[in-house]
Every structure is written in C-alpha cells, then in structure tokens.
C-alpha cells in the first residue's frame, strides 16, 4: 500500500501563556482620559498607513528566531528588505488573529532591520470592522510584535521609530464596494521604507497605547480590550505565482483632461469612453506611453485568466505623472452604458521621479487591468506589470480524471474557482466584494474537503461565520460592514451554515469542536420558531430570504424555507446524537415530524414535485427545481415519490433559466432589483409546466437530492451546463447563468459531485473511520482519483465495470444493485 499524506494540521505555537512581552504600539500618544466615560467619544481615524522600524544587532544568527504579530488593522512585515509575511487573518476585533513566523532564514549577524507598514482603515471594509473602542485602542492603527532571538527578546515599544505617511489615501468605498481602492504619491512615500539602508533616525519615536478604561489599569500588554486574547491564526499563509499579462496594448495619445480629486476609476472608465481596445497595438514590455497635462496613453493588458493578488508595477516616469489604474473582471466595450455593474477596483499611483515602483497592499481579483499615464513633462515607460497571487495552498495528491476532456476541466475549474475566493476566509468573489458570506462558504468548504489536504480553512468556515446576532441568527456576512452595522440579515444562509457544521461532522468527526458549535446551530433554528404556522411549516418569515438567484419565492407559508429549516432540524438530531444530548435530538425530532405533516400542503399531484409557496391559504403555480430537491434532501418528502420529484425537476423540456435581478446582457438589472424589493415579482414563464432551474449556487443542493435518490450517475450530464462558463479563457466558474462575475466559489459544485458521486468517496462514519466507495459514472467510462481523509488518501480507479480502491481504512463498497459489501483497510479489486 502506498503511503499517503494525512491531512495537514497547524504546527504547534512556539510561545506559550495568552501574555505577550510586547506593548501595543502607535504613531500618537493617547487621548487624556476621562474618568466619567465608560467608552470612547472620538470618532475613529480616518484610512492611513504607518511604517513602524526598529533594528536589532546579532553576534550570531540563532538556529531559530520565532516571533509573533498583530496589528488593527492590517501589517505587512519586511526584515531586512525580505517580506516575511502579511495578515492578520480577518477576524471579529474581540477574536484578533495573530501570525507566528520563523525569523531565522532572513536574520544576519550585525545589524537587522525590522519594517512593518501598518493599514488602519477607519471604517467598515467588505473584510474588517471596526472593535468597540476605549479611549487608548480601537480607534487608530496599533503593532504589537515580539521576537524571540536566543535568550533575548525584541518587542514592540518606545524604542521603535515610526512615520505616519501621507502617500496613501483611499476614496470612500461605494454601494457593494469592499475592497479600498489606494492612491499612492509616492512624492510623500520614503524611498526604501523597508530597506536596511534607510536613516530613520529623524521620525519620531512610537508611543504605548494602553488600554484606557476603567478597571483597564493603563494596560499595555496584550491581553486587552478590545481585542480580548489575541488568537492563533490556525490557516495557511496564502501565496502563489507571480504572474505577467499575456497580452499588452498601447493607444496612441488620448486627449484628456482628469478631474481634481477624482476617483481613478471614473478617469479610466472617462478615457476609455468610446474607446476600441482590440484596435490598439499589440506590444512587448517595456512599454513606452507618452503623456502631458492635456494627453494621455491607455495601456490595456489581458492576464489571459482571473488572477488574484497584489498589483506590482515598475516604471520610469517624470515627477508627478499620475498612473491611473482600473481592474475588469471582463473585457471593456466601446459602448458600455451602465457603470453599475463593473466593480469600483483600481489604484492611482503619483509618480516621484525616480525609484519608481508601484507595490500594492490590497488584494484585488482581476483579467484585465486598463492604465491611463496621463500628466508629468516626459514620456512614460511601463518596465513590467505582474500580479503576485495571494491565494490560499491547494496541497496533497487529491486527483479526478476520467475518460472525457469536458468533465476533467470541469474538476479542475472549481479548484481554481475556489482557489480564487480563499485567502484567509473564503470569499464570493475576488473581483468585486471579497465578502465572508455564510451561506456561499458551504461550497468552497465541500471543495477543500474532497480536494485539499489542507483543511484548515474548511474548519475556519464555520468558526469565522460562529458570531450570531443577539437574537440567535447570523449576520448574512461576517467581519466587515454587514455584520458590524447588526442590520437584516439572509436567515437561509445560516442554515447552510449549519450544513457546514455537519460536513464537518461528516468528514473530520471532532467531537469537541462539533459540541463547541452546537450552540448557535440550536439558536439559529429556535430563531425560527415564531413563524412555525399550525401545520408546522414556515411562514412570512422576514428579513431576506435568499435562497438562491433563481426565481423561486418564499413569500406566505414557504416550502424552500420550511424544507431547508427541516435539514437543519435533521442534521441537528445527528449532531446532537454524536453529542451525547439525547434530548436537543428528540427536540428537533419532533419540529422535524411536525414539518413532515404540514408540508403534504404543497404536494402537487399532478406535476409529481413540491410547490414553491403558499398564500393566503392557496397554492400557488410555480414550483422551482430548489422546492422539489430541497423537499429531498430534508426529508420532508417520502422516499415513494423521489423518482417523480427528480423526473420533474431534471427534465430539459421544462427546465427554464430565470432570475429576479439578472438581466440580458450579463449584468445585475437595476430595474428588476428595484421591483423585488418593492414586492413586484414578474412571473413570464408558464408557472403550471415549466421549472427553473436552480442557479450554480443551489445546485449543490438538488445534486445531492439527484445522488440521494440514486442517480448520482445522472450528474455527469447535468454538470456540462458549467462548461457554458469555461470560454474565451475563462477557467473558473460564473456567478449564474448568463450574468454576475466570472469567478464565483459558490458555484463549484461539479469538482465536490465528481469526487463525492460520480467516484462516489464519501465517509461510511464520522471522521472517515470507514469510507464509503459507490462509483456512479454514468456516461463516462472510466475515472480515476482521491479524495483525503484524516488517515490518509482513499485511491479508486473505476474502468467499465472494474474497480480498483486502495484505503487506508475500512472500506463500504457498494456494488450497482445498491448491495453493500465490507472490507478491511488495503487494497482491493472489486466488480461492480
């Protein structure tokens, strides 16, 4: 038997006690205290970035040098001009994240010079959110880093030196913009901020800045409010490649007059108003782009797929020429009319002169990137352009592959779609929000579980999302704007979260950590228990309820609500069970039985499928793919009619695309959005024959109702409508049918269905004690692959009716009359 990796697990901290060594520090001394205020009056800072150095002599460079930070709200660390690292990792501010690093590889004898440039944003990003302050922290950006050099220690404290730098700015995000957009003078930025060679013996030195409250005691020590015990980071650090364009254009000059103070999107967008960008002149770097106060030069590149990372720019360029930036997810059209549905993203950079180099800080997803040069006495000349990807690692020997080329781009597009959207959370989309959303995370978790041997991040889903509302329901998104305004929420997304929570159960079957969860999963089911109606079902349920892009509705008594609150309830019991808590069990039994009861009101036997709503006492027409899978997978609905239900919800004759805000021409429809949240839902589809479909999101849930049911096999064909998103050098998957961003996580389906279906490798028992293997090929002929586990890789080989598997734990395999046969860890040889 070939030895396999297990699945990775977090090293070990070097540092022990939840005390640190080390002060928080900053760029002011603190605000005076008052005695009689209890929290901080001031307004946070605005957006800004400090650069805190300190140096440290060696005799001897020691074999291991750990050290440990944290800053609010964002650091990059740079020892000896070497970047070490980045983070912290986003968190809710009473959970801070920090980062432990070996210092030992970029340490010298002699002198050693430790940077880091600190962001604080000031308000709400899509990734971060402002802590409750006191008057010492909370309000303005703080470091707190100690090192460990032999017998020594290196802290954060007076000793450090510090410069406030006015060179980065941010315009106020916008709308669902989350990520800031930075402009960047670098006429205000010290050359060589991070070098050795840099004399800072003129800034200014940081201040301590305690924890001013009462019963605080002028703490500057972490642990603190209101930050709490800073916590361990427990993911991977995110990398990758470093990536150039596989295509450069040049315009030729462009009149062009910019705006003060106007948003370099805007100016961009300005420039290339009317403008063909096929029609420029394919280039090679160095690109030469002459410009002037009245004139310009657009230089569009194409990255020949979505990358992901930080923009890193050289260039040669007269003092004060401004390099205007934007990010396109797609490729810009002459007659683009409506701005609303192209992504704020871009940058500004002012040019010093010389030493010039554009580095950014924030993450940012893109294909193509357009530059307007405009400005300066003298032509402008582009060195290089490259991303450096920031992704989250995709490790181990996890592999599908199969007789036909479709299907095996299909596995690999959901990896890189998932990649895409997981740095140190998993995301919607990089190339827009970048938002933790709770409900979308559920894919991205089932990827990393049947692809990555790194499951930390999958755990971390559910950590991160575990930070209810006082009322018991989560936040639609976690750390950033949404959840720190506490307003309305999407009540579903939580039930997938709870999905999350027993995948975990399912796969890695850590006891303590499902019984550390169970709490908010029992809280956000008893949210729901004021709209449970006499028949047991939910009805007029508040706040937005989602479920899924498709036009299905949920108004009056709902059978999508109710279906996937009884998956809840269902997958409650287990991991109550599993938890030793007979009673919560029983509770959500009987919820569950009750549901069963009330839910035969939406039965339609004519159409043998589930209806979506009803209202005001009668049924209504439509009934969506979702209602029929979703009265599966809870089940709501018996097993006798679950050949039916997949016979109406799979049928290509009836099957019809529609959204209630996606629009034509591949953007979200202003018109349609502005209807639904008036109450205005436009049925054009015959409601009493056609289905629609789900969009890719929910079609994780009707492909498990189709494998439940038996026809895991039948997955295969229904995943080809993915290969729709995989043109014109797009490898990822799209947000839905024919609109919304081309890199989306939520809609990786196909690579978890692959593996978990169609090679049919799921866990016989909690934490894979046992594996199940029940290969379901349909219209393929062979396959092949591995899926991790916590003992190691479970190999199959399917070809015709041959089946191979090599695992190092028990084995169900189930043979294609549904006859289960057991067998011991090794390797076997099995017919189906």
Known sequence: MTPSTVVVASPPSAFSGIGWHAHWIGTEPPPPVAPDTLEATDPPTPFHRSIFRTAVMLDSVPGTAPARLTADSRYVLVVNGVEVGRGPARSQPRRQKFDEYDLAPVLREGANTIAVLVTYYGHPTAFWQPAAANTGLGLDAVLAFEARLGSSWLVSDTGWKVHRSTAWTSPDLEGLDGVPVELVDARELPVGWDSPD???SDWPNAHLRPASHIGGFGRTQPPTDPYGALLPRRTAPVGGQRVAPAEARVSGEVTFTAGAGEHPVTRVR??????????????????????????????SLDFGRVVVGTV????????????????????????EASSFSIPKTGARYTARGHDDRFDAVEVNGMRFMHLVISGGDASTVIESVEVQERLYPHTGEAFFRSDDPEIDALYRAGIRTVQCNAQDAFTDCPTREQRAWVGDGVVHQLVHLTT???WRLARAYTALGDSPRADGILPMSVVGEIESSGGFTIPDWSLHWVHGVHNLYRYLGDLDE???????????????????????TLADVPEWNLVDWSSVFVTGRSSLLTALWARGLDEFAELSRFAGNAGAAEWAARLHAAAAVGFEDFWDERRGTYIDHIVDGKPQAPASQAAGATAIVSGLAPRSRWDRILDAVTDPSTLVVRSWIGSDDGSYDQQKIADQMRGIQ?????????????????????HDAVALGGRAGDLVTLMRRWSQFLVDGYDTFGECWGWGTPVHGWSSAPTRDLVAYVLGLTPAEPGFASVRVAPALGSLGRAEGAVPTPHGFVHVSVDGGSVSVTSPVPVVFVHADGAEEALPAGSHSLEL
Do not use: C, K
Not at 312 to 335: C, M, N, Q, S
């Open 312 to 335: 890193h720019i050289t260039l040669r360029a007269a003092a004060g020429t401004t390099v205007d930036i934007l990010y396109r997810e797609r490729p810009h059209r002459a007659d």
């Open 452 to 454: 990555n041997a790194d």
């Open 682 to 702: 436009h049925i054009d589809w015959d409601a009493e024959r056609e289905v629609v479909i789900a969009e890719p999101f929910y079609a994780y849930v009707v």
């Open 514 to 536: 499902i019984r550390a969860l169970l709490p908010t999963v029992e809280g956000i089911l008893r949210w729901y228990l004021p709209y449970v109606d006499e028949r047991g």
């Open 270 to 299: 300005a420039a290339l108003d009317g403008h063909t960008v096929s029609s420029d002149a394919l280039v090679p770097f160095p690109v030469e782009a002459p410009s002037g106060p009245q004139t310009a030069t657009i230089v």
């Open 198 to 200: 840099l004399d800072d």
